[in-house]
């Protein structure tokens, strides 16, 4: 009996009419293996996997294939997206024995769940080297019934490897100038100057990194580093990673150009690159930024928002073809042909779009189709005729098959959706995004949230999903949280981030403050997840530090203020030798070491001299400065006490390292205070 029927995941419930008999992640799972006396076969993915797509129709929904499972193992189907920390417990088991991972990953374990075999997506013919899937299954039920013993021990040397591995933390002590100029240095040498972005293909959008070369030229007037992220951001906008008609961002690009992407389209991506490219036009006015923070914006409400106002997790990389075939290929709603733009534009238009987009005869992409990018710099186009050759497209695109949607609302993805569209919409004057961002956050709050502050992972259509939230979620939904108190001046999101950092400082730090995935009460897997690199998204350490940092800034609170310091001696010593990996790490050092600088705006709402001066605080680039912002004797924002009118008129201070300026009632003087540029049209 397939057990998966009624689960909230969607990549679960795509498998919930297999031949499989899928069990969920559940301790009822690992009994029935002890009483079947059977090897557990741990089968894990999510539901924009290309790879994991193949895998289930190959495999998963044969008859044969299942009966062989379904006789021999108990089968474990879990959502990576649902369960991180059973993730990254069994990848990191995965990459130490095979030195590579990804996904599927498939993992057979005993009973006890202590892993003995270990691969990733198989084959139903033996290829390229590669065993079939049933040839696997037959390996290790003929090891599990012949060899028990080697078996057993197998599993056993594993498991005590895994948690004798020790992290190192270096020592609590945050990193100075001297480690963020040798990350920068690090960075420098592993830039792609021709293409930007950082190693070669295949490649993934940087966003933490590029958050930390903002910050750091704007703490050390460092022109390198902005080059890099001004270069590397207008590549990826240019190339067919983004998509030029309907805007947000594919997963990464399989090319060193960004001209191929692998067509998934991430929440938790398009969440950070929307706030990357906001922060990029704070920096540089760069128009392009401006476009592209904004179209990402209207991509997420428009593509992901759930009817709950909470953001769906992901797009598919895969539809049905055009036409009517029924064949499911990858990036077909999003690729063209010369012959799909004359049908759609017209012989003369279309010519100019393929000039334009970089359509060709031979395609930049499979079957002589292309991905929509900007290849031309050089040349002058009528901004009115492409304006509507775009329309056009976008209108002839939305007619074909759309990728599936992952329905799941993800609240750590959905944090770092509320920080992105707060900003977006503060910068530049979109209170629809504002208003999208509270509606976020009022979801997370009614649905994710019980009564003692414990944050649920997931839920789908309304309704909360059994499994807890891990460090992550906590982090980067404050993170989300402080970013709307900063923009609506809303006290109450303040005390809503206080509540999850309690739960960080209490459930998810250790005696030496070093932080782990999982709560101190959670379930427990064969290891405790313990990981500080910043992956897809931020780490949950390099999250947690940040968010903790901003609410000491915000708060006073010492406490807070020393847990983020410890946390950043990860920084210390990973950063210098592996910045790609520790980006968001950095950027919340570079706050640390710039203050952060605290601006607290007082004057009455309705006043355009507040909303003036309130905006410039938004717009300054000192890096991770905390801005509140309210009426005259307000208590909701700790920041606002005791900061008084000045000759009756609003003004706005601004303190750093204890240390506080002047209130000043004057736009300019606050921008020159806090590094905003003189013109932000």
Known sequence: MNRLAGVTSPYLLQHADNPVDWWPWTPEAF??????????????????????????HESFEDETT???????????????????????????AVQAATGQGGWPMTVFLTPDAEPFYFGTYFPPEPR?????????????????????????????????????????????????????????LALTRDYDSSYGGFGQAPKFPPSMVIEFLLRHHARTGAEGALQMALDTCERMARGGIYDQLGGGFARYSVDRQWVVPHFEKMLYDNSLLCRTYAHLWRSTGSALARRV????????????????????????????????????????????????LRHTLGAEDADIAAHYFGVTDDGTFEEGSSVLQLPQSDTVFDAERITSVRERLFAARALRPAPGRDDKVVAAWNGLAIAALAETGAYFDRPDLVEAATAAADLLVRLHMDEAARLSRTSKDGRAGANAGVLEDYADVAEGFLALASVTGEGVWLEFAGFLLEHVLDRFTGDDG??????????PLIRRPQDPTDNATPSGWSAAAGALLSY???????????????????????GPRAP???????????????GPREVAVVGPADDPATSALHRAALLGTAPGAVVAAGEPGAVELPLLADRPLVDGRPAAYVCRNFTCD????????LRAAIGGRDTVA
């Open 31 to 56: 009994e029935e293996a002890r009483r079947r006396d059977v090897p557990v076969l741990l089968s894990v993915g999510y539901s924009a996997c290309h790879w994991c797509h193949v895998m289930a």
């Open 66 to 92: 299942a009966a062989v499972v379904n006789q021999h193992f108990v089968a474990v189907k879990v959502d990576r997206e649902e369960r991180p920390d059973v993730d990254a417990v069994y990848m990191e």
């Open 128 to 184: 390229h080297g590669m065993p079939s899937f049933r040839q696997v299954l037959d390996g290790v039920w003929q090891a599990w019934e012949g060899r028990r013993g080697e078996v057993a021990e197998v599993a056993g040397k594993i498991t005590r490897d895994l948690a004798q591995r020790e992290l190192t933390f270096g020592g609590g002590e945050m990193p100075g100038d001297q480690e963020q100029s040798h990350a920068l």
């Open 293 to 340: 923070a904004l179209e990402t914006a209207d991509f997420m409400v428009r593509e992901l928002r759930t009817a709950e106002g909470g953001f769906a997790s992901a797009l598919d990389a895969d539809s049905e073809e055009p036409g009517g075939s029924g064949r499911h290929v990858e990036g077909a709603f999003y690729v063209w042909t010369p012959e799909q």
């Open 514 to 523: 070093a932080l782990f995935d999982t709560a101190s009460d959670a379930e």
């Open 552 to 574: 000491a800034a915000l708060t006073g609170s010492e406490r807070h203020r020393t847990a983020a310091e410890r946390a950043l001696g990860v920084v210390k010593a990973l």
């Open 580 to 594: 790609r990996f520790i980006g968001w790490g950095l950027a919340v050092a570079e706050a640390a070491l710039d």
């Open 662 to 669: 002047a209130p000043t009632t004057d736009v300019t003087r």
